[in-house]
């Protein structure tokens, strides 16, 4: 018999079940031995709490292209890991008694950066632990892509899209902002696509005067309206300057509920011109999968099945120039992956004259 569970953790992201379709059928597919599965509710809760359900080749078939996740995620921080005095419970010990209880073979845990210091803990308490790379912010350490990615930039492209229209009848500049509080890749991807004319992310600190000479050279070319994407954690030289502390409170101050209106308001005070806010927010998480997600998932389930299957564990699936690779949970637990301000990408993003407000 091989027992395995699975659990979603943290933000959710359209590629979730897609994924767990792609481990599901082929553990099914090669298994020599009868094979139960386990799915936990709502990420670790599940896990901690002992909320689980039996589940089999029907609960996977026909959700290739359903968004959001069939076993419900939640956020649940490292830190919370060790605080037995907020319910009683001590986290790590539960999560291990659980997995001990059912017997489980392997844990295939779906998550992003958090989730893998978590997965990584639990692979220290002797559990065998898959982790596989999942955040529409593209943020994980240790591989070129994660699923949740393809389909974010689509949505957030399509958001640049539909503005370019509204913005162009009335001449107006509009900043729309695009998911990324610690990192830029969907507002740098999308932004290209989209075909905006600054994009502002936070591994690029921008000068205010910079974005502006930008608006004021398109509208000089003949330009009639402008494009500003920025990043949830846009910052400026100034905040990027300032003590952690200092910048966390001026976050915290802000009347209006995000860094894009405050941008807003700076360029139509110093340019003059008409300026709208657009927040694609959460949608750029929902939907169906696109089809560039759908492939890399389904990618990521099978090599994590096939490693399962060797018995091979305590690493998270990756793709590295093309190939995927086993990735050391330890080497990834909890390191992002930035945007690199010199890549191809951003120079070539600069070459064609979109402004990323630092020269
Ligand atoms: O981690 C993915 C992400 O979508 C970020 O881009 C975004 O900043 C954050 O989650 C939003 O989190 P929540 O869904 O908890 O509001």
Redesign the pocket.
């Known amino acids: 018999m091989l027992r395995i569970g699975l659990l979603t953790s943290?933000?959710d992201?359209q590629a979730l079940n897609a994924t767990m379709r792609g481990i599901v059928k082929t553990v099914l597919n090669n298994a020599k031995e009868k094979v139960e599965i386990y799915g936990f509710e709502d990420g670790y809760q599940g896990l901690i709490y002992g909320r689980y359900r039996k589940m089999e080749w029907a609960d996977f078939s026909g959700v290739l292209t359903k968004g959001g996740t069939i076993l419900g995620t939640s956020?649940t921080p490292f830190k919370m890991l060790d605080t037995p005095e907020a319910d009683g419970v001590e986290k790590v010990p539960a999560m291990v008694a659980n997995y001990r209880k059912l017997k489980l073979d392997c844990l295939f845990m779906l998550g992003?950066n958090g989730s893998t210091k978590t997965a990584n803990r639990l692979r220290q308490e002797g559990l065998n632990v898959i982790a596989l790379p999942k955040?529409?912010?593209n943020d994980t350490w240790g591989t070129d892509m994660t699923f949740g990615f393809p389909s974010a930039i689509d949505v957030a492209t399509r958001c640049i899209d539909d503005i370019h229209t509204t913005a162009s009848s009335h001449g107006r500049v509009f900043v729309i902002e695009i998911?990324?509080?610690k990192v830029g890749w969907?507002p740098l991807y999308a932004g290209v696509a989209g075909g905006a004319d600054v994009i502002l992310i936070p591994e690029i600190p921008y000068d205010m005067d910079n974005v502006v000479a930008a608006i004021e050279r398109r509208e000089e070319k003949g330009g009639r309206f402008a494009i500003v994407v920025v990043a949830?954690?846009a910052i400026s030289r100034e905040e990027a300057a300032m003590k952690k502390k200092a910048y966390k409170a001026k976050v915290a101050a802000r009347v209006k509920p995000s860094v894009a209106y405050d941008i807003a308001e700076e360029i139509a005070a110093r340019t003059g011109r008409e300026v709208r806010v657009a927040v694609p927010g959460?949608t750029?998480?929902g939907g169906a999968p696109d089809a560039q997600d759908r492939i890399f998932a389904t990618q990521c389930g099978v090599e994590a099945a096939r490693a399962c299957l060797e018995g091979q564990f305590g690493f998270m699936v990756a793709q590295r120039a093309g190939k995927m690779v086993r990735v050391p949970l330890e080497d990834v637990a909890g390191k992002l992956k930035y945007v690199d301000p010199d890549s191809d990408l951003v120079r070539e993003a600069k070459l064609l004259g979109i402004s990323f407000g630092d020269e």
Do not use: L, P, V
């Open positions: 943290g933000g992201c956020r992003g955040t529409i912010d998911m990324g509080h969907i949830e954690g959460h750029q998480r």
